[in-house]
């Protein structure tokens, strides 16, 4: 099922971004690659936790991570990484949130459509 957005998507003729919205724009680019960023550096917690730090034989390494793999705590690791494209969207319309609040013409128009469409 698509995702519902809160409005109709727009057509803006003959827009030219000011340059407040050029940062916002720079922003929100900032939050998607930090936000991809938290992806995959959250995805390495459970293998560091796992197997780091393991100054014991080989073998009983191996079974210490085993029982470490058993034992951790899946479903809040499940829980953060499916929590990282909601904050990463309420992080975007925010940033749209303002922009459309203190913002006039054109400008106006184009944050109110992409508040829209988050």
Not at 23 to 47: C, G, H, R, T, W
Not at 86 to 110: C, V
Request: hydrophobic fraction near 40%.
């Amino acid at each position: 099922m698509p995702a519902q957005t809160k409005g109709n998507f727009c057509n803006i003729k003959d827009f030219k971004p000011s340059q407040r919205t050029m940062n916002a724009i720079k922003e929100m680019n900032n939050v998607n690659q930090m936000s991809s960023y938290l992806d995959k550096i959250l995805a390495l917690i459970p293998f560091y936790h796992i197997f780091a730090g393991r100054k014991s034989y080989p073998g009983v390494a191996l079974t210490n991570a085993g029982w470490n793999a058993s034992t951790y705590q899946w479903k809040t690791f499940n829980e953060a990484m499916m929590a990282i494209p909601d904050i990463k969207r309420q992080r975007l319309e925010t940033i749209a949130e303002n922009e459309m609040l203190f913002s006039t013409g054109k400008d106006y128009e184009f944050w109110t459509c992409v508040y829209n469409s988050l």
